[in-house]
T-cell receptor
């Protein structure tokens, strides 16, 4: 079974629009971590945000914000006032530190196209 | 630059040849991971080292694949008798046991093309 699902394959927006990327995860562990990574065309995965399972407080960091809801097993990521440089593939990842050596389970990614 | 480095960045080989990739993690990181990413997919876990010990191997890692991390520093991933299905991006990541979230830092990857 897929542990991390990103249902949106590709999203296109116009610059300055807000965009939300969806992520649904599955785990039986009570302790887990969630991450969002960005992969620009150059290929290197860049860490964006993280959250642990005990902290459902949603936060804003610059133009990034996230909405973590354990009740729906969702960890959605929002970019406010998108820019062309935000164009990339975004991956949601889950790690289960107690039993799985902290390896990451990635979703299949959402390709974001920000048009000028 | 003190990030994760990988060499080579690109490798083109003929089917049946052996290839070896190298990963140099961030120096103070004791955890090292290998992932494989095929086109249009997210990275998939291959194997994990804590210091020099290989503690987990995915079922994706067939017996043609072997990874080492001598002395707990750099790591190598070797693929023997390459097949066209091995064509992918191979990503290395490192993290520190002291970091609560085990945030993994990724290298630029080695893109393998098997002809």
């Amino acid at each position: 079974a897929q542990k991390v699902t990103q249902a949106q394959t590709e999203i296109s927006v116009v610059e300055k629009e807000d965009v939300t990327l969806d992520c649904v995860y599955e785990t039986r562990d009570t302790t887990y971590y969630l991450f969002w990574y960005k992969q620009p065309p150059s290929g290197e995965l860049v860490f964006l945000i993280r959250r642990n399972s005990f902290d459902e407080q949603n936060e804003i960091s610059g133009r990034y914000s996230w909405n973590f809801q354990k009740s729906t097993s969702s960890f959605n990521f929002t970019i406010t006032a998108s820019q062309v440089v935000d164009s990339a593939v975004y991956f949601c990842a889950l790690s289960e530190p107690l039993y799985n050596f902290n390896k990451f389970y990635f979703g299949s990614g959402t390709k974001l196209n920000v048009k000028p | 630059d003190t990030g994760v480095s990988q060499n080579p960045r690109h490798k083109i080989t003929k089917r049946g040849q052996n290839v070896t990739f190298r990963c140099d993690p961030i120096s103070e990181h004791n955890r090292l991971y290998w992932y494989r990413q095929t086109l249009g997919q997210g990275p998939e876990f291959l194997t994990y080292f804590q210091n020099e010990a290989q503690l987990e191997k995915s079922r994706l890692l067939s017996d043609r694949f072997s990874a080492e991390r001598p002395k707990g520093s750099f790591s190598t991933l070797e693929i023997q008798r390459t097949e066209q299905g091995d064509s992918a991006m191979y990503l290395c990541a490192s993290s520190s046991e002291r970091e609560a979230y085990n945030e993994q830092f990724f290298g630029p990857g080695t893109r393998l093309t098997v002809l």
